[in-house]
Nanobody, 120 residues
């Protein structure tokens, strides 16, 4: 069974930085993409950033230029470096990955989330 575990959330002042980490464990043949989503109270979950095989990336417009997603394929891990954080970045950040097992079956796996709060 594949699991994703996030870490690195916390409370930070506006303009500050945080680095989120996510590591996948279990029987993994390959990972097609890894991504970060976030959900603010009372709002729908939204894509923040995604990184695919070949290192192509996609960012939500509001975080472009402030957040950087990266990936360590050897560790089955992804990272989200967040800078110049704003109060509207507050929410629970979830890691998501499309994982291929040894039967070559792909499925979406989600972590439990880590809280990011941007407030003075």
């Amino acid at each position: 069974q594949v699991q994703l575990v996030e870490s690195g959330g916390g409370l930070v002042q506006p303009g500050g930085s945080l680095r989120l980490s996510c590591a996948a464990s279990g029987r993994i043949f390959a990972i097609n993409h890894m991504a970060w989503y976030r959900q603010a109270p009372g709002k729908a979950r939204e894509l923040v950033a995604m990184i695919r095989v070949g290192e192509s990336t996609t960012y939500r417009g509001s975080v472009q230029g402030r957040f950087i997603i990266s990936r360590d394929s050897a560790k089955n891990a992804t990272y989200l470096q967040m800078t110049n954080l704003k109060p509207e970045d507050t929410g629970v950040y979830f890691c998501e990955a499309e994982v291929v097992d040894f039967s070559h079956f792909a499925s979406d796996i989600w972590g439990r989330g880590t809280q990011v709060t941007v407030s003075s």
